[in-house]
């Protein structure tokens, strides 16, 4: 994949299943991605945390110079919230067992239908049993139980609860679950966990995105390790020193507030424009420094793109058609993906942007206007969530292979109000929760 200013192109894939994933052979084929785009257009070479993706980052860097290796910052936000959760320190065991208490809650009424029905008549949210897979798993789970606490407590104390007990198979797992939702402490320990995390997962969801989102939070000067990273990247982006030294001049006078830094609207459009906007504007008497910033706020922060192909390739790729060639769905995604990525910029978007949903993804809980609207928030919003998504190129790499594939890069029970009541984006999204619903209804029949 490459991505520039927040459009992600599908560039190609490849047929490694007969090829060891070593760093040597990941490399490689980022290399063909480079030439491919140019390395003069390339400043970074994003890939996941894995040990092999980082050797390979290695060995980039050693042949371009120029070139950054950064792991995907979605990824490396969800490690950071799987190792709190896994921790065996005193102050943190209890936030694994109070996840794997509401898992089993979740599990159970999930998985017995008299269960799930019940429920269904006290509460309007559903319980979400999140995929392990997706990001802030923990986070999501827990989060959606604290809020349909009441719901669940009403339904343990109910009479129907009791008589459900009787025919159970297991009358002591119902026992259980039971125990757990009346708990007390379990709720103010699962209130500590979204405490702990909420912070984290909200960079997370802040960073999922392919828009550019380097330089949104402060100033640099006033965070000594990005001084420090800034520095660095000149030395290693500029090789005349000439001009290096002409731009580490023009940063000093942006962090001053001296030349046309200084005039009073350039600082207070600090705050409210986009970084990427803001250089547009006031960018053009420091043309040095202009470009350099294009070049490094352009960038993407994560490898989401990369797996959103392999939502891509699974409407080509499927159990029941599964005879495609390695070079034959390459091409495939490639039209599919970049020809969705074109669909955006026309004119008439608005009539047919609901095909970008994937009905048949069974853990789904965004339709495509959701997600839209969410790469426009910042972390600065409101945090109430209704829903658990002209520069240089970044090239983006997966190191995760799905089974049986070929390339390597690769809800509410509520109905929806009246459309006539509604502006046009609800009628969208009204529109593509009831095609959701109706796949979903087809899979629960079949």
Known sequence: MAVSGGKAIFINGHDVSSMEQNATNIAELLFKAIDYVGPS???QVVTDNAANCRAAGTIIQRKYRHIFWSGCLAHTLNLLMKDIAKSEHPSLSFVDETY???????????????????????????????????????????????????????????????SLRRKASTPEQHDLIQQTILDDDFWRKAERVLKITKPIYKMLRFSDTDQPIIGERRKPHVDSEV????????????????????????????????????????????AT????????????????????????????????????????????????RNKLNADRAE??????????LLSR????????????????????EEDATTMEERER???????????????????????????????????????????????????AKAKAQRRIEKARGKRQKK
């Open 273 to 320: 424009m986009t970084a990427l906007s803001w250089w547009h504007l006031y960018g053009g008497v420091a043309p040095e420094l202009f470009s350099l910033a294009l070049k490094v706020l352009s960038r993407s922060v994560n490898t989401s793109c990369a797996e959103r192909c392999w939502s891509t390739y699974s409407y080509i790729h499927t159990v029941k």
């Open 100 to 162: 794997k208490r509401g898992k089993a809650v979740v599990k159970y009424i999930k998985n017995h239908g008299s269960c799930q029905f019940l429920f269904k008549s006290f509460s309007p949210l559903e319980l979400l049993k999140s995929k392990q897979t997706r990001f802030g798993h923990h986070f999501i789970v827990i989060q959606r139980l604290v809020k349909v606490r009441a719901s669940l407590v009403s339904m343990a104390l109910s009479k129907q609860w009791e």
């Open 377 to 427: 928030v910042t972390l600065s919003d409101s945090e109430d969530e209704t829903v658990p998504i002209s520069g240089q190129l970044t090239v983006v790499s997966s190191g995760s292979v799905p089974p049986c594939s070929t390339s390597s890069m690769l809800g509410s029970s509520s109905s929806p109000p009246p459309i006539s009541q509604v502006s046009p984006i609800e009628q």
């Open 41 to 43: 257009n390339v400043v």
């Open 227 to 270: 001084q420090q990273g800034y520095r660095e990247a000149i030395e290693k982006m500029v090789v005349d020193h000439k001009e290096a030294a002409v731009i580490r001049l023009q940063i000093s006078d942006f962090v001053s507030n001296k030349g046309v830094f200084s005039q009073p609207q350039a600082v207070i459009d600090r």
């Open 331 to 340: 091409k495939l995604v490639f039209v599919h993906y970049n020809h969705r």
């Open 345 to 364: 910029f026309r004119d008439d978007y608005e009539k047919f942007k609901n095909w970008d949903a994937n009905p048949e993804e069974p853990n789904i």
